[in-house]
């Protein structure tokens, strides 16, 4: 398996500008070489402006995910890459030759960390202090944005976050009423499933998104939407809602939308998702006659996978993936290993 995560490393590297240094992380102890690290927090420690920190499976057997259960403060600005999650899904294209994923307990992006992204990782929770994050195709539990500082004097504060291909279980603006009231938060998601709430995120543009619930939120827009329940209390106001389908008879009559429908009116899913499995994502398909088909915006579909960024399942890497390997034994110095390696492109 070093031997395939060298090639995973090869791939990763060509793709990378020569400025940036590729850090990888594995949990084994047994894995060591220049820029290897064990935990994540030693890859951030040692890590310079924009390198990329690859957070890789391990352990065995196998079929167990790793889990990385640290909470990680990020002061820097960094890219963080997994290989997806939910691997084992049936409904992939491609199958991985390795089915485990990581799993990380915390992320935090303190002071300095503007302009951090994070890919293809399952991350229990994140709490972003600072603007301009990327969060796309990843598993993550819980969403919060906070500030430092007062109203008349804000040191630092999560705005600007753009979450995308994402499943979610909800999303928070804790940054408090009084600076919500002088500095906007500007959230940007799409093509996400937030299965719990999307609460207090005021000022907020959220298209192509399945949700749970909206509460306290204001003066945000939302298109192309399937909600479950747009009203959790009286604090929603002043939204633009348009193209939207509820549940529920919740959303405003004009501006195209569409109340009360039934779950096999629009999805193809015989179940109601289960956000901690795969279930979700392929429940989330539109059936066929869906209801949601070309109900868009300019003809578009409604839901996860319409859109300008459909929702890519399990969150697979950008990247050629290996799907098969078989070796003739063990090589050395003087005798050479013969293998066969498969690898398809994603």
């Not at 994050?133 to 993550?140: D, P, W």
């Amino acid at each position: 398996m070093k031997n395939l995560y060298s090639l995973f490393l090869l791939t990763i590297l060509s793709t990378t500008l020569f400025a940036q240094t590729t850090r990888r992380v594995n949990g084994d102890p047994n894995i060591t070489g220049i820029n290897v690290y064990n935990t994540i927090q030693a890859a951030v420690d040692a890590a310079n402006t924009d390198d990329v920190i690859l957070i890789e499976p391990y352990g065995i057997p196998s079929s167990s995910n790793s889990i990385y259960s640290e909470a990680v403060q990020v002061d820097k600005k960094l890219h963080f890459r997994g290989n997806g999650y939910y691997l084992t899904n049936p409904e992939l294209t491609i199958n991985t030759l390795d089915p485990r994923f990581v799993y990380v307990g915390a992320m935090t992006f303190d002071i300095g960390s503007a302009g951090s992204s994070v890919k293809n990782l399952y991350v229990n929770s994140t709490n972003i202090y600072v603007p301009n994050v990327l969060l796309e195709s990843s598993r993550i539990g819980l969403i919060y944005f906070n500030s430092y500082g007062t109203p008349s004097n804000i040191i630092s504060s999560g705005i600007n976050t753009t979450v995308r291909k994402c499943l979610i279980s909800s999303i928070d603006d804790n940054r408090g009423s009084s600076i919500e009231e002088v500095q906007n938060l500007n959230l940007l998601v799409e093509n996400s499933m937030i299965a719990s709430a999307i609460r207090d995120c005021n000022n907020s543009i959220i298209k192509n998104c399945h949700i749970g619930e909206i509460s306290s939120t204001s003066n945000s827009i939302f298109t192309n939407c399937i909600v479950v329940s747009s009203v959790s209390d009286r604090n929603n106001s002043n939204n633009s809602i348009s193209y939207c389908i509820s549940f529920a008879n919740d959303l405003p009559t004009q501006g195209n939308n569409t109340n009360n429908i039934l779950w096999q009116q629009l999805y193809s899913g015989s179940q109601y998702f289960n956000d901690n499995s795969f279930d979700g994502e392929n429940d989330l398909k539109l059936s066929n006659s869906s209801i949601g088909k070309n109900a868009g915006i300019n003809g578009g579909d409604i839901g996860i996978y319409g859109g300008t960024y459909p929702y890519e399942k399990s969150g697979l890497p950008h990247h050629p993936i290996n799907t098969f390997f078989i070796n003739s034994g063990i090589g050395n110095n003087t005798l050479d290993l013969d293998a066969v390696i498969t690898i398809k492109a994603n």
